[in-house]
């Protein structure tokens, strides 16, 4: 398993790459790397060969957020503790942010202090670009504003490949708040480039405007009942509410009504169709707890995952090798 991680590292540094901002930068090779890189992790995990695996040894990795997060943070920190780096998380509440520093600021003086690589989320679509090209350290986005999730989509990736066998061809049914959502962007970007049947279910004030110029190759619904029968794939999204105009959702009785996903619906979903969520998942409202909780809910897998594809991103990243 040593000479297979060795094999994994050295096909990394070929694809390197200084930054990871979202899924549209990357090629169909790409993805399948990281993708690939992700499951050999996995498995060199199972078979406790990873723990004297620490190609990272020496690189300082820092993780700046400034909106909450759970999963993608912690994932995050223990991806690259796994990869033997020093993993130092920074709170915006108690940095120089809160004394007007800009971010571009912050992170110069990260760099001037040894990081190699800053893991950051903003609020804002698009800042995460701008700031890379300003400076030396590899920046990963994990979420800024609507715009773009890469990781959650590639983590989305490996688990669908795992638990379908394959990441071609499949009926994907993405439903909920379409137009803020950046998990729904980064998903769309890279489904799209596997040839999948996809289809986007909303209603019209959380579908973006001009849908269907932005998603030209996919299927635009109001129905989800009618789609459901022959998904492979359905993929819920929290509501955004943080980022929403005040007022778009009237009730929540009446969005899960429509484009929430009970036990009734399940009904119609096949046996070996897999659910999907990014988290956290507003319970009562996008999933039932039966759903939540039910064998072909994959939300915890996808949790898991998320460390050995953020593993397998650190790999590719040139200042982390």
Same mark, same amino acid.
């Given at each position: 398993?040593? /000479?297979?991680?060795?094999?994994?590292?050295?096909?990394?540094? $070929?694809?390197?790459?200084?930054?990871?901002?979202?899924?549209?930068?990357? @090629?169909?090779?790409?993805?399948?790397?990281?993708?690939?890189?992700?499951?050999?992790?996995? !498995?060199? &995990?199972?078979?406790?060969?990873?723990?004297?695996?620490?190609?990272?040894?020496? !690189?300082?990795?820092?993780?700046?957020?400034?909106?909450?997060?759970?999963?993608?943070?912690?994932?995050?920190?223990?991806?690259?503790?796994?990869?033997?780096?020093?993993?130092?998380?920074?709170?915006? *509440?108690?940095? @120089?942010?809160?004394?007007?520093?800009? #971010?571009? /600021?912050?992170?110069?003086?990260?760099? &001037?202090?040894?990081?190699?690589?800053?893991?950051?989320?903003?609020?804002?679509?698009?800042?995460?670009?701008?700031?890379?090209?300003?400076?030396?350290?590899? #920046?990963?986005?994990?979420?800024?504003? $609507?715009?773009?999730?890469?990781?959650?989509?590639?983590? /989305?990736?490996?688990?669908?490949?795992?638990?379908?066998?394959?990441?071609? =061809?499949?009926?994907?049914?993405?439903?909920?708040?379409?137009?803020?959502?950046? %998990?729904?962007? @980064?998903?769309?970007?890279?489904?799209?480039?596997?040839?999948?049947?996809?289809?986007?279910?909303?209603?019209?004030?959380?579908?973006?405007?001009? &849908?269907?110029?932005?998603? $030209?190759?996919?299927?635009?619904?109001?129905?989800?009942?009618?789609?459901?029968?022959?998904?492979? %794939?359905?993929?819920?999204?929290?509501?955004?509410?943080?980022?929403?105009?005040?007022?778009? #959702?009237?009730?929540?009785?009446?969005?899960?009504?429509?484009?929430?996903?009970? !036990?009734?619906?399940?009904?119609?979903? $096949?046996?070996?169709? #897999?659910?999907?969520?990014?988290?956290?998942?507003?319970?009562?409202?996008?999933? @039932?707890? =039966?759903?939540?909780?039910?064998?072909? *809910?994959?939300?915890?897998?996808?949790?898991?995952?998320?460390?050995?594809?953020?593993?397998?991103?650190?790999?590719?990243?040139?200042?982390?090798?």
């Amino acid at each position: 398993m040593v /000479d297979v991680l060795g094999s994994i590292i050295s096909k990394c540094k $070929k694809h390197r790459r200084k930054d990871l901002l979202g899924i549209a930068d990357l @090629s169909k090779d790409d993805i399948l790397l990281i993708l690939d890189t992700a499951e050999a992790l996995k !498995k060199a &995990a199972r078979n406790d060969r990873i723990t004297k695996f620490k190609p990272l040894k020496g !690189k300082n990795i820092i993780t700046l957020f400034t909106e909450p997060s759970t999963r993608t943070r912690l994932s995050f920190t223990i991806a690259g503790r796994h990869l033997g780096a020093d993993v130092i998380d920074i709170s915006p *509440s108690t940095s @120089s942010i809160v004394k007007g520093e800009t #971010i571009l /600021d912050t992170i110069k003086n990260m760099e &001037a202090m040894g990081a190699d690589v800053v893991v950051m989320r903003h609020s804002a679509d698009g800042v995460l670009a701008q700031l890379a090209g300003k400076t030396n350290v590899s #920046i990963v986005n994990a979420g800024d504003g $609507k715009n773009e999730h890469p990781t959650q989509a590639l983590l /989305d990736a490996v688990t669908i490949r795992e638990k379908k066998g394959r990441l071609e =061809e499949l009926n994907i049914v993405i439903v909920g708040d379409i137009a803020y959502s950046r %998990v729904a962007r @980064s998903n769309i970007n890279l489904l799209t480039k596997f040839r999948n049947n996809i289809t986007i279910v909303a209603p019209p004030v959380l579908m973006p405007k001009y &849908a269907k110029n932005i998603f $030209k190759s996919i299927t635009i619904s109001r129905d989800f009942d009618s789609v459901l029968p022959k998904a492979d %794939v359905v993929m819920m999204l929290r509501l955004q509410l943080e980022r929403q105009e005040k007022g778009l #959702i009237p009730s929540f009785e009446e969005y899960t009504k429509s484009f929430g996903l009970g !036990k009734e619906r399940l009904k119609l979903l $096949k046996k070996d169709a #897999i659910i999907m969520h990014p988290g956290p998942v507003n319970r009562g409202i996008e999933l @039932s707890d =039966e759903v939540v909780d039910c064998g072909q *809910s994959v939300i915890l897998d996808q949790t898991a995952n998320g460390v050995y594809a953020r593993m397998a991103v650190f790999l590719v990243l040139s200042n982390a090798n």
